[in-house]
């Protein structure tokens, strides 16, 4: 909508603020609904928000300087149009009925 219609730049922003708090809240409980205990939810945990964190750290600043490149707003969004496509495959991966294989007991101590 920002892409096409910028005269809609209000619905757009607030589409975009819905869907990028439903998608925080699916990955976060994707990531407990995955594992099959405790140590590997805290791993896939670790991982994934470690990756997550990072990326949505950097993306404002990177969107800016292409902003800045380009001197148009049409780069920018077509990166988060494409960005925002490629998420809604992964989570139709990611929201399949699925559970993550047990961790391999090899290394960690036992509980004996």
Do not use: H, N
């Not at 920002?2 to 925080?24: N, R, T, Y």
């Not at 990756?51 to 148009?72: E, F, H, I, K, M």
């Amino acid at each position: 909508m920002l892409l096409f219609f910028p005269s809609m730049s209000w619905p757009a922003v607030i589409l975009i603020g819905l869907g990028g708090g439903s998608c925080l809240v699916l990955a976060l409980s994707f990531q407990g609904q995955r594992a099959p205990d405790a140590d590997s939810a805290a791993s896939l945990a670790g991982m994934a928000q470690t990756v997550g964190y990072l990326l949505a750290a950097s993306a404002p600043l990177a969107l800016g300087v292409l902003r800045d490149a380009t001197g148009s707003w049409f780069a920018p969004l077509s990166v988060m149009t494409v960005l925002a496509l490629v998420q809604a495959l992964i989570g139709m991966k990611a929201g399949r009925d699925r559970q993550l294989a047990q961790a391999a007991d090899a290394g960690r101590p036992s509980e004996a």
